[in-house]
């Protein structure tokens, strides 16, 4: 009887012993396959961007937290990406302080300056108007409108105070805001000022879309303006656009050409949902490119293809 017991006691942990086993080396066979995947996709990535003519910083965080990233150093200039940043830290602030996005400003017609990326602008000729701050905020994620965007920084939030805000969220930081979209555009040179990290901007994302930031109901805001967001639609976007169940979710920017002749930065930065429920942020800076506007629109959209093509691999 004693020994019945004790051959029961010792299959049972036989038993034990062999499931984990197993289960290690399934889960060990998964994570050597994904591996291999990343492995590959940065070799796709590195060997595509060294042909180029510009600096190329790549980014990707997969739902799995895992990383990815191609030249990700924090020199590439934001442009427009930071009216992501800018968006994230007035949320942030009105959260903390209990003000709502349906609070309203009085623009005046000399606050706007008419020589600027600007529909709302156009929408508001020669006349003084009022709007709310989700109006701003739209115009600033939907239409990357440099008028709205300059009004949030003077009179909401400062760029020095959203520096620090969105530091609050990336202790690490990888990100540096020294100036509005109206010095940049008196100084192109201040434009080198305003940087980021690839994986600075797409950990931002990451969190914006997978985290706690804000309120509920402004952080819904936020993402699908980012969803809505007009812009760049030739860059991360285009080789997505026929893909059935796609989600697509963006911030771009660009802008200026330096004394060199080149382009100071093309860049997109956003989430993406497959079909099979994956996803991932990605973030494609494109800095001091010796080319047109759409090539460099075409080199982010070839990265995205080839982040697409490797993660759709994963199981």
Not at 130 to 140: H, K, W
Not at 162 to 190: C, H, W
Not at 219 to 246: H, S, W
Not at 275 to 288: R, T
């Amino acid at each position: 009887m004693v020994m019945t017991r004790f051959a029961k006691c010792l299959f049972k942990t036989a038993f034990v012993v062999l499931w984990q086993l197993l289960v290690a080396s399934c889960n060990g066979g998964r994570a050597n396959a994904d591996n291999d995947v990343y492995d590959l996709l940065r070799q796709d990535i590195s060997g595509f961007v060294e042909k180029q003519h510009g600096k190329i910083g790549v980014a990707v965080i997969t739902d799995r937290k895992d990383t990815l990233t191609v030249n990700n150093t924090p020199d590439f200039p934001l442009m427009s990406m930071f009216k992501l940043h800018q968006s994230i830290a007035i949320c942030r602030n009105f959260g903390e302080n209990g003000i709502g996005l349906d609070s309203v400003l009085n623009i005046k017609q000399c606050e706007m300056n008419k020589n600027t990326w600007s529909p709302m602008l156009k929408n508001n000729m020669d006349k003084d108007f009022l709007i709310p701050v989700s109006g701003l905020l739209e115009y600033i994620l939907v239409h990357s409108d440099n008028n709205a965007s300059n009004l949030l920084f003077n009179r909401v939030v400062s760029v020095a105070e959203t520096d620090s805000i969105v530091a609050s969220i990336l202790p690490d930081r990888g990100f540096r805001l020294m100036y509005n979209e109206y010095e940049m555009l008196q100084d192109k040179s201040l434009s080198y000022k305003n940087v980021s990290s690839p994986l600075a901007y797409a950990l931002m994302i990451d969190k914006l879309f997978t985290d706690s930031l804000m309120p509920h109901s402004m952080q819904a805001f936020v993402k699908q303006a980012m969803y809505n967001c007009e812009t760049g639609m030739g860059r991360i976007a285009a080789p997505l656009a026929d893909i059935p169940g796609v989600a697509f979710a963006h911030r771009t920017g660009s802008g200026y050409v330096n004394p060199q002749g080149e382009i100071i930065a093309v860049n997109d930065g956003g989430y993406v949902t497959l079909p099979s429920g994956q996803s991932y942020s990605i973030a494609v800076f494109v800095k001091d490119f010796a080319g047109t506007q759409d090539e460099a629109e075409s080199v982010i959209a070839k990265i995205s293809e080839l982040v697409y093509n490797r993660l759709s691999e994963l199981k």
